[in-house]
Protein backbone atom coordinates (compact mmCIF):
# COMPACT_ATOMS: atom_id res chain seq x y z
CA UNK A 1 0.00 0.00 0.00
CA UNK A 2 1.88 3.58 -0.71
CA UNK A 3 2.46 5.67 1.75
CA UNK A 4 0.48 8.88 2.25
CA UNK A 5 2.18 12.35 0.43
CA UNK A 6 4.49 14.44 3.03
CA UNK A 7 5.30 17.97 2.86
CA UNK A 8 8.79 18.88 4.29
CA UNK A 9 10.16 22.04 4.36
CA UNK A 10 13.76 22.36 4.26
CA UNK A 11 15.19 25.72 5.57
CA UNK A 12 18.62 27.02 3.98
CA UNK A 13 20.08 26.10 0.57
CA UNK A 14 23.51 25.67 2.01
CA UNK A 15 25.32 21.91 2.02
CA UNK A 16 23.44 20.17 4.66
CA UNK A 17 20.05 21.80 2.79
CA UNK A 18 21.04 20.98 -0.17
CA UNK A 19 22.25 17.66 0.45
CA UNK A 20 18.69 16.65 2.73
CA UNK A 21 16.90 18.25 -0.24
CA UNK A 22 18.58 15.59 -2.83
CA UNK A 23 18.26 12.62 -0.84
CA UNK A 24 14.15 13.75 -0.03
CA UNK A 25 13.06 14.19 -3.24
CA UNK A 26 14.61 10.47 -4.29
CA UNK A 27 11.45 9.51 -1.79
CA UNK A 28 8.24 8.73 -3.03
CA UNK A 29 5.61 9.97 -1.99
CA UNK A 30 7.37 13.38 -0.65
CA UNK A 31 6.77 17.23 -1.66
CA UNK A 32 9.18 19.38 -1.12
CA UNK A 33 9.82 23.09 0.44
CA UNK A 34 13.27 24.68 -0.23
CA UNK A 35 13.61 27.98 1.57
CA UNK A 36 16.45 30.65 1.37
CA UNK A 37 17.20 34.41 1.73
CA UNK A 38 19.09 34.20 -0.92
CA UNK A 39 18.54 32.50 -4.68
CA UNK A 40 22.04 30.48 -5.00
CA UNK A 41 23.87 27.80 -3.39
CA UNK A 42 27.44 29.08 -2.63
CA UNK A 43 30.58 26.88 -2.08
CA UNK A 44 31.82 28.72 0.47
CA UNK A 45 35.08 26.95 0.86
CA UNK A 46 36.14 28.98 -2.12
CA UNK A 47 34.79 32.58 -1.05
CA UNK A 48 37.54 34.41 -0.41
CA UNK A 49 38.86 33.37 -4.09
CA UNK A 50 35.90 36.03 -5.18
CA UNK A 51 37.07 38.23 -1.90
CA UNK A 52 40.77 38.67 -4.13
CA UNK A 53 39.54 38.65 -7.26
CA UNK A 54 40.64 34.81 -8.30
CA UNK A 55 37.31 33.82 -9.09
CA UNK A 56 34.80 35.77 -10.21
CA UNK A 57 31.36 35.00 -8.22
CA UNK A 58 29.15 32.55 -10.50
CA UNK A 59 32.42 30.09 -10.23
CA UNK A 60 31.11 29.39 -6.93
CA UNK A 61 27.62 29.74 -6.92
CA UNK A 62 24.95 28.80 -8.47
CA UNK A 63 20.94 29.17 -8.68
CA UNK A 64 18.87 26.98 -6.62
CA UNK A 65 15.75 27.43 -9.26
CA UNK A 66 18.45 26.41 -11.42
CA UNK A 67 19.61 23.13 -9.81
CA UNK A 68 16.23 21.68 -8.87
CA UNK A 69 14.45 22.51 -11.92
CA UNK A 70 14.55 18.77 -13.24
CA UNK A 71 12.52 18.04 -10.13
CA UNK A 72 9.08 19.24 -10.11
CA UNK A 73 8.18 17.57 -5.93
CA UNK A 74 10.60 20.53 -5.22
CA UNK A 75 9.42 24.05 -4.83
CA UNK A 76 11.85 26.99 -4.34
CA UNK A 77 11.29 29.79 -2.23
CA UNK A 78 13.26 33.12 -2.35
CA UNK A 79 12.33 34.09 1.42
CA UNK A 80 13.24 34.45 5.21
CA UNK A 81 11.74 32.45 7.80
CA UNK A 82 10.88 34.37 10.88
CA UNK A 83 8.77 31.81 12.86
CA UNK A 84 8.51 28.27 13.60
CA UNK A 85 5.77 27.15 15.21
CA UNK A 86 6.13 23.37 16.52
CA UNK A 87 2.44 22.88 17.81
CA UNK A 88 0.87 23.64 14.24
CA UNK A 89 3.58 22.23 11.97
CA UNK A 90 3.82 26.03 10.45
CA UNK A 91 6.10 28.05 9.42
CA UNK A 92 5.98 32.11 9.02
CA UNK A 93 7.74 33.85 6.56
CA UNK A 94 9.07 37.70 6.61
CA UNK A 95 5.41 38.56 5.11
CA UNK A 96 3.21 36.94 7.04
CA UNK A 97 2.54 33.98 5.08
CA UNK A 98 2.42 30.83 6.82
CA UNK A 99 3.29 27.14 5.20
CA UNK A 100 2.57 23.98 7.28
CA UNK A 101 5.04 20.74 7.39
CA UNK A 102 4.89 17.64 8.03
CA UNK A 103 8.46 17.77 8.90
CA UNK A 104 11.05 20.83 9.46
CA UNK A 105 14.97 20.43 8.45
CA UNK A 106 16.35 23.57 9.59
CA UNK A 107 20.15 24.34 7.77
CA UNK A 108 19.82 27.89 8.27
CA UNK A 109 23.81 27.85 8.58
CA UNK A 110 25.92 30.36 10.79
CA UNK A 111 26.71 34.39 10.35
CA UNK A 112 29.95 36.09 12.20
CA UNK A 113 30.36 36.52 16.26
CA UNK A 114 32.80 39.73 16.94
CA UNK A 115 32.44 38.37 20.50
CA UNK A 116 29.93 41.39 21.72
CA UNK A 117 31.61 43.99 19.70
CA UNK A 118 29.55 44.01 17.11
CA UNK A 119 30.63 47.83 16.22
CA UNK A 120 33.41 46.68 14.96
CA UNK A 121 31.74 45.11 12.12
CA UNK A 122 31.52 48.21 9.93
CA UNK A 123 35.55 48.17 9.93
CA UNK A 124 36.57 44.69 9.68
CA UNK A 125 33.56 42.73 7.02
CA UNK A 126 33.63 38.86 7.67
CA UNK A 127 33.36 36.49 4.95
CA UNK A 128 30.18 34.52 4.87
CA UNK A 129 28.17 35.86 1.86
CA UNK A 130 28.73 37.02 -1.33
CA UNK A 131 27.91 40.39 -0.48
CA UNK A 132 30.57 40.06 2.01
CA UNK A 133 32.84 38.81 -0.61
CA UNK A 134 32.28 41.91 -3.10
CA UNK A 135 32.63 44.28 -0.14
CA UNK A 136 36.33 42.73 0.88
CA UNK A 137 37.13 42.85 -2.90
CA UNK A 138 36.37 46.89 -3.18
CA UNK A 139 38.28 47.28 -0.24
CA UNK A 140 41.59 45.36 -1.34
CA UNK A 141 41.47 47.21 -4.65
CA UNK A 142 40.62 50.82 -3.32
CA UNK A 143 43.03 50.64 -1.09
CA UNK A 144 46.00 50.58 -3.05
CA UNK A 145 44.13 52.95 -5.24
CA UNK A 146 44.00 55.54 -3.08
CA UNK A 147 47.50 54.46 -2.00
CA UNK A 148 48.61 55.46 -5.39
CA UNK A 149 46.74 58.85 -4.82
CA UNK A 150 48.16 59.74 -1.67
CA UNK A 151 51.01 62.22 -1.19
CA UNK A 152 51.52 61.53 2.72
CA UNK A 153 53.94 58.66 3.33
CA UNK A 154 52.18 57.77 7.30
CA UNK A 155 48.53 57.87 5.53
CA UNK A 156 49.90 55.54 2.35
CA UNK A 157 51.82 53.29 4.52
CA UNK A 158 48.43 52.92 6.55
CA UNK A 159 46.55 51.96 2.97
CA UNK A 160 49.01 49.32 2.43
CA UNK A 161 48.44 47.70 5.78
CA UNK A 162 46.44 44.77 5.46
CA UNK A 163 44.76 42.93 8.84
CA UNK A 164 43.21 39.63 8.63
CA UNK A 165 42.49 38.53 12.38
CA UNK A 166 41.69 35.02 13.02
CA UNK A 167 44.21 32.00 11.88
CA UNK A 168 41.88 29.48 10.96
CA UNK A 169 41.58 28.42 7.11
CA UNK A 170 39.76 31.23 6.11
CA UNK A 171 42.42 33.52 7.61
CA UNK A 172 44.88 31.43 6.61
CA UNK A 173 44.12 31.21 3.35
CA UNK A 174 43.21 34.97 2.92
CA UNK A 175 46.50 36.38 4.50
CA UNK A 176 48.54 34.20 1.88
CA UNK A 177 46.40 35.20 -1.17
CA UNK A 178 46.84 38.68 -0.46
CA UNK A 179 50.48 38.81 0.20
CA UNK A 180 50.51 37.06 -3.33
CA UNK A 181 48.38 39.18 -5.10
CA UNK A 182 50.78 42.79 -3.60
CA UNK A 183 54.49 40.99 -4.43
CA UNK A 184 53.12 39.24 -7.68
CA UNK A 185 49.82 40.16 -9.23
CA UNK A 186 49.95 44.23 -8.69
CA UNK A 187 53.74 43.98 -10.03
CA UNK A 188 54.14 46.89 -12.48
CA UNK A 189 50.80 48.47 -12.27
CA UNK A 190 51.81 51.53 -10.02
CA UNK A 191 53.75 54.60 -10.51
CA UNK A 192 53.74 55.91 -7.43
CA UNK A 193 54.17 53.29 -4.82
CA UNK A 194 54.92 49.74 -5.16
CA UNK A 195 52.54 47.10 -3.97
CA UNK A 196 55.49 44.80 -2.71
CA UNK A 197 56.16 47.35 0.15
CA UNK A 198 52.34 46.02 1.71
CA UNK A 199 52.37 44.80 4.64
CA UNK A 200 49.67 41.76 5.59
CA UNK A 201 49.66 41.06 9.41
CA UNK A 202 47.66 37.83 10.34
CA UNK A 203 46.44 38.02 14.00
CA UNK A 204 45.48 35.29 15.93
CA UNK A 205 44.30 35.07 19.92
CA UNK A 206 45.53 31.94 19.94
CA UNK A 207 49.19 29.63 20.70
CA UNK A 208 49.54 28.71 16.71
CA UNK A 209 47.21 29.13 13.24
CA UNK A 210 45.38 25.91 12.00
CA UNK A 211 44.47 25.30 16.13
CA UNK A 212 42.37 22.01 14.11
CA UNK A 213 45.46 20.66 12.44
CA UNK A 214 48.10 18.55 14.36
CA UNK A 215 51.09 21.34 15.45
CA UNK A 216 53.61 20.14 12.97
CA UNK A 217 51.38 21.07 10.39
CA UNK A 218 50.72 24.17 12.22
CA UNK A 219 53.87 24.53 12.02
CA UNK A 220 55.03 24.15 8.62
CA UNK A 221 51.67 26.68 7.90
CA UNK A 222 53.15 29.25 10.11
CA UNK A 223 56.88 28.69 7.71
CA UNK A 224 55.07 28.91 4.61
CA UNK A 225 53.15 32.23 5.53
CA UNK A 226 56.75 33.68 6.95
CA UNK A 227 58.09 32.87 3.36
CA UNK A 228 55.23 34.54 1.71
CA UNK A 229 55.98 37.68 3.80
CA UNK A 230 52.93 37.47 5.88
CA UNK A 231 53.44 38.92 9.43
CA UNK A 232 52.19 36.69 11.72
CA UNK A 233 51.09 37.53 15.24
CA UNK A 234 50.56 34.47 17.71
CA UNK A 235 49.08 35.29 21.57
CA UNK A 236 47.44 39.06 19.98
CA UNK A 237 43.77 39.43 21.06
CA UNK A 238 42.30 42.43 19.36
CA UNK A 239 41.10 44.96 21.51
CA UNK A 240 39.73 47.61 19.18
CA UNK A 241 38.68 48.41 15.38
CA UNK A 242 37.93 51.44 14.27
CA UNK A 243 38.06 53.17 10.53
CA UNK A 244 42.03 54.29 11.12
CA UNK A 245 42.97 50.53 12.66
CA UNK A 246 42.60 48.05 15.11
CA UNK A 247 44.36 47.41 18.68
CA UNK A 248 45.65 44.31 20.17
CA UNK A 249 47.19 43.24 23.79
CA UNK A 250 49.89 40.69 23.90
CA UNK A 251 48.80 39.99 27.67
CA UNK A 252 46.19 41.22 30.08
CA UNK A 253 48.55 43.75 31.77
CA UNK A 254 49.94 44.88 28.37
CA UNK A 255 49.89 48.07 26.57
CA UNK A 256 47.74 47.71 23.55
CA UNK A 257 49.58 47.50 20.13
CA UNK A 258 47.97 49.64 17.69
CA UNK A 259 48.26 48.72 13.70
CA UNK A 260 46.95 51.44 11.64
CA UNK A 261 44.96 49.70 8.72
CA UNK A 262 42.14 50.94 6.11
CA UNK A 263 41.16 47.29 5.10
CA UNK A 264 40.73 44.58 7.95
CA UNK A 265 39.02 41.39 7.43
CA UNK A 266 37.40 39.41 10.46
CA UNK A 267 38.10 35.77 10.16
CA UNK A 268 38.41 34.77 14.05
CA UNK A 269 34.59 34.22 14.95
CA UNK A 270 31.37 32.15 13.63
CA UNK A 271 27.78 32.23 15.59
CA UNK A 272 24.97 30.49 15.10
CA UNK A 273 21.85 32.02 12.92
CA UNK A 274 19.28 33.73 14.29
CA UNK A 275 16.75 31.01 13.40
CA UNK A 276 18.42 29.26 16.18
CA UNK A 277 16.07 31.02 18.72
CA UNK A 278 13.52 30.66 16.86
CA UNK A 279 13.43 26.71 16.94
CA UNK A 280 14.75 27.19 20.81
CA UNK A 281 11.48 29.28 21.63
CA UNK A 282 9.59 26.63 19.22
CA UNK A 283 11.00 24.01 20.84
CA UNK A 284 12.47 24.19 23.97
CA UNK A 285 15.33 23.14 22.42
CA UNK A 286 18.68 24.80 24.41
CA UNK A 287 21.53 26.64 22.79
CA UNK A 288 25.24 26.34 23.32
CA UNK A 289 27.10 29.66 23.91
CA UNK A 290 27.54 29.86 20.27
CA UNK A 291 24.14 29.90 19.53
CA UNK A 292 23.79 26.83 17.81
CA UNK A 293 20.74 24.15 18.52
CA UNK A 294 21.92 21.63 21.06
CA UNK A 295 20.23 18.55 18.80
CA UNK A 296 19.56 15.12 20.13
CA UNK A 297 21.62 12.03 18.81
CA UNK A 298 19.22 11.60 15.43
CA UNK A 299 19.08 15.48 15.16
CA UNK A 300 15.91 16.17 16.13
CA UNK A 301 14.56 18.97 19.08
CA UNK A 302 11.53 18.98 20.42
CA UNK A 303 9.02 16.11 21.95
CA UNK A 304 7.47 14.76 18.43
CA UNK A 305 10.72 14.30 16.81
CA UNK A 306 9.34 16.16 13.70
CA UNK A 307 11.87 19.42 13.41
CA UNK A 308 15.80 18.34 12.55
CA UNK A 309 18.44 20.63 12.65
CA UNK A 310 21.86 20.44 10.91
CA UNK A 311 24.73 21.95 9.22
CA UNK A 312 26.79 25.00 11.40
CA UNK A 313 23.97 25.51 13.16
CA UNK A 314 23.31 22.21 15.37
CA UNK A 315 25.81 21.58 17.84
CA UNK A 316 25.67 17.86 17.18
CA UNK A 317 27.95 15.23 18.18
CA UNK A 318 28.96 11.78 16.48
CA UNK A 319 28.01 8.90 18.13
CA UNK A 320 30.05 6.23 17.04
CA UNK A 321 29.44 2.64 18.95
CA UNK A 322 32.25 1.97 21.60
CA UNK A 323 33.54 5.56 21.79
CA UNK A 324 32.50 8.50 24.05
CA UNK A 325 30.29 11.07 21.52
CA UNK A 326 32.36 13.72 20.14
CA UNK A 327 31.51 17.06 19.00
CA UNK A 328 31.12 17.85 15.39
CA UNK A 329 33.26 20.01 13.41
CA UNK A 330 31.50 23.26 11.51
CA UNK A 331 32.57 22.12 8.00
CA UNK A 332 31.08 21.35 4.78
CA UNK A 333 31.18 17.67 5.24
CA UNK A 334 29.90 17.47 8.13
CA UNK A 335 26.96 19.40 7.34
CA UNK A 336 26.33 17.12 4.20
CA UNK A 337 26.14 14.06 6.35
CA UNK A 338 23.77 15.34 8.70
CA UNK A 339 21.34 16.25 5.54
CA UNK A 340 21.84 12.70 4.30
CA UNK A 341 20.61 11.15 7.82
CA UNK A 342 17.77 13.80 8.91
CA UNK A 343 16.38 12.46 5.48
CA UNK A 344 17.09 9.14 6.14
CA UNK A 345 15.61 9.38 9.57
CA UNK A 346 12.21 10.61 8.42
CA UNK A 347 11.97 8.31 5.54
CA UNK A 348 12.17 5.93 8.62
CA UNK A 349 9.93 7.90 10.92
CA UNK A 350 7.67 7.46 8.38
CA UNK A 351 7.58 3.37 8.45
CA UNK A 352 7.57 3.46 11.86
CA UNK A 353 10.83 2.56 12.14
CA UNK A 354 13.66 3.94 14.83
CA UNK A 355 15.69 6.77 13.99
CA UNK A 356 19.53 6.69 14.06
CA UNK A 357 22.32 8.18 15.71
CA UNK A 358 24.68 10.78 13.35
CA UNK A 359 27.94 9.34 13.09
CA UNK A 360 30.54 11.73 11.52
CA UNK A 361 33.04 10.35 8.91
CA UNK A 362 36.01 12.66 9.36
CA UNK A 363 37.29 13.58 5.32
CA UNK A 364 40.58 15.46 6.52
CA UNK A 365 40.84 18.99 7.01
CA UNK A 366 42.55 20.76 3.77
CA UNK A 367 44.35 24.39 3.84
CA UNK A 368 46.27 26.58 1.14
CA UNK A 369 48.57 29.11 2.07
CA UNK A 370 49.62 30.19 -1.52
CA UNK A 371 50.93 29.23 -4.64
CA UNK A 372 52.78 25.50 -4.04
CA UNK A 373 52.26 26.15 0.04
CA UNK A 374 49.35 24.07 1.46
CA UNK A 375 49.13 21.70 5.20
CA UNK A 376 46.69 18.12 4.83
CA UNK A 377 45.13 15.76 7.21
CA UNK A 378 43.96 13.30 5.75
CA UNK A 379 42.60 10.10 7.85
CA UNK A 380 43.36 6.39 6.55
CA UNK A 381 41.52 3.25 6.96
CA UNK A 382 44.62 1.87 8.77
CA UNK A 383 44.20 4.41 11.45
CA UNK A 384 46.91 6.11 10.91
CA UNK A 385 46.51 9.77 9.66
CA UNK A 386 48.11 10.68 6.06
CA UNK A 387 49.97 14.39 6.67
CA UNK A 388 51.43 16.22 4.21
CA UNK A 389 52.43 19.53 3.03
CA UNK A 390 54.03 21.99 0.08
CA UNK A 391 53.95 21.56 -3.44
CA UNK A 392 52.08 18.22 -2.89
CA UNK A 393 49.24 19.32 -0.34
CA UNK A 394 48.54 22.41 -2.57
CA UNK A 395 47.61 20.51 -5.72
CA UNK A 396 45.66 18.34 -3.51
CA UNK A 397 43.71 21.05 -2.30
CA UNK A 398 43.03 22.14 -5.87
CA UNK A 399 42.00 19.24 -6.94
CA UNK A 400 39.66 18.34 -4.10
CA UNK A 401 37.77 21.69 -4.20
CA UNK A 402 37.38 21.47 -8.08
CA UNK A 403 35.75 17.98 -7.54
CA UNK A 404 33.30 19.19 -4.89
CA UNK A 405 31.82 22.47 -6.93
CA UNK A 406 28.35 22.04 -7.94
CA UNK A 407 27.67 21.47 -11.92
CA UNK A 408 30.57 20.53 -14.43
CA UNK A 409 30.73 24.34 -16.22
CA UNK A 410 31.45 25.83 -12.20
CA UNK A 411 34.49 23.25 -12.52
CA UNK A 412 35.75 23.93 -15.95
CA UNK A 413 35.71 27.69 -15.53
CA UNK A 414 37.40 27.03 -12.12
CA UNK A 415 40.54 25.13 -13.88
CA UNK A 416 40.75 27.47 -16.49
CA UNK A 417 40.79 30.58 -14.49
CA UNK A 418 43.31 28.83 -11.65
CA UNK A 419 45.28 27.68 -14.83
CA UNK A 420 45.49 31.12 -16.37
CA UNK A 421 46.44 32.75 -12.72
CA UNK A 422 49.10 29.98 -12.74
CA UNK A 423 50.82 30.83 -15.62
CA UNK A 424 50.55 34.84 -15.68
CA UNK A 425 49.53 36.19 -12.04
CA UNK A 426 46.94 37.71 -13.50
CA UNK A 427 43.77 38.31 -11.08
CA UNK A 428 40.88 39.26 -13.78
CA UNK A 429 37.91 39.54 -11.31
CA UNK A 430 39.42 42.81 -10.26
CA UNK A 431 36.94 45.17 -11.67
CA UNK A 432 34.80 46.57 -8.64
CA UNK A 433 31.71 49.15 -9.46
CA UNK A 434 30.57 52.42 -7.86
CA UNK A 435 34.31 53.34 -6.22
CA UNK A 436 33.46 55.92 -3.85
CA UNK A 437 35.19 59.26 -4.64
CA UNK A 438 38.47 59.92 -2.56
CA UNK A 439 37.76 60.88 0.76
CA UNK A 440 40.27 62.85 3.51
CA UNK A 441 42.21 60.26 5.70
CA UNK A 442 39.87 59.24 8.73
CA UNK A 443 36.96 59.12 7.23
CA UNK A 444 34.27 56.74 8.06
CA UNK A 445 34.73 53.89 5.13
CA UNK A 446 31.62 54.38 2.27
CA UNK A 447 28.93 51.65 2.35
CA UNK A 448 29.58 48.15 0.27
CA UNK A 449 29.02 48.84 -3.76
CA UNK A 450 26.99 46.23 -5.15
CA UNK A 451 28.82 44.48 -7.70
CA UNK A 452 27.40 41.51 -9.40
CA UNK A 453 30.58 39.87 -10.66
Same mark, same amino acid.
Given at each position: ????????????????????? %?????????????????????? /????????????????? !????????????????????????????????????????????????????? $?????????????????? &???????? @?? =?????????????????????????????????????????????????????????????? =???????????????????????????????????????????? $????????????????????????????????????? !????????? #???? &??? @??? *???????? *????????????????????????? /??????????????????? /???? $????????? #????????????????????????????????????? #???????? @????????????????? @???????? %???????????????
Amino acid at each position: MPQPSIHVIVIGAGFGGLQAT %RALQKMPGVQITLIDKTNHHLF /QPLLYQVATAGLAAPSI !AAPVRSLMRRHPQVRTLQAEVTRIDAAARQVTLADGQRLDYDWLIVAAGATHS $YFGHDEWSPHAPGLKTLR &DAFDIRRR @VV =EAFERAELEPDPTQRAALLNFAVIGAGPTGVEMAGTLAEIARHTLRGEFRSIDPAQARIYLI =EGGPRVLQTMPEHLSQRALEQLNKLGVQVLLGARVSHIDAHGLE $YLTAPDAPATRIESRCIVWAAGVAASPLGQAVASATG !AALDRAGRV #IVQP &DLT @VGA *DGRIFVIG *DLAAAQSHVPGRAPEPVPGVSPAAK /QMGQLAAANIARQRQGQAT /QAFR $YTNYGNLAT #IGRHAGVVDLPTPWGRNLRFSGMLAWQFWLFAHVYFL #IGFRNRLV @VLMDWASAYWTFRRHAR @VVANLPPT %RPPGDAAPPPATDAS
